[in-house]
């Protein structure tokens, strides 16, 4: 298995480079900040970012966790890639990694301030210490559940090819880890619940809004509604769009991951 490594301080744009990286070294799987990366798809792992102190993401990055160690050394037996590519702040950090999860020897070392300007490492280091953001190398729906109540974005990055007027998109996401705060942030259950209401309420066809209730864990929120519609109109249809919007206002509004949205249509009421 070819091994490669990309090198760079934190926040001059490592996770933001590698997917380029990979395509033009022809490696599919990445390491990066505790996770292991097929493509656009997390295999396993658990993100560094989502560690609330700066100590306890670095023990992740690093795979001290042995649970965590496992899982990531088993998967990458059970898949068997032809090659893999490491993001690390450091020689030492690689090193370190490559000793823990058993991997061979090192194919070749890239290091950031080869790939890109000076002026690009100081402008992702802006972002990351103004702005707190971090990025993540898989698009947006692949990391939602695990960042359910983080501010996350996606962010699409446009690679021309050689052919002119072809592109290839590469879309990243980018996070706020709770580390990254200068404060904390929470969110009522009251405030979510008024949410649903509002958007419910707004939509032609429903007459009332009976009850709404949230179940929240880890992952994402659970929301049940009960509600009376208006006779005359297709219930199916209406109820698919009023859980269609509800799930994407409170997302957006919120950062909360929605899991489910689940209607009970108690009466259907006739206009006299």
Known sequence: MRIYALVGSSGTGK?????????REHVKYIIDDGLLIKGNKVLCGSSAKREK???????????????HKNKVIDTIREQRPDALLILGTSDKMINKIMRTLKLGELTECFYISDLVSREEIEKAQKSRTHEGKHIIPVPTFEIKKDFSGYFLNPLKIFRKLSRENDQEIHEKSVVRPTFSYRGKYTISDRVIREIVYYVVKKTIGIERVIFVDLISGTSGAK???GLNAMYGNPIKALM????????????EMTSINIIAVDIFVKNIVINE
């Open 240 to 251: 698919e769009l009023v859980q269609g919007q509800v799930k994407s206002e409170v997302e």
């Open 53 to 67: 102190t700066r100590m306890a993401a670095v023990k992740r990055a690093l795979f001290m966790d042995e649970t």
């Open 15 to 23: 996770s933001y480079q590698s997917m380029m990286l990979a395509k």
């Open 223 to 225: 929301i049940k509604i």
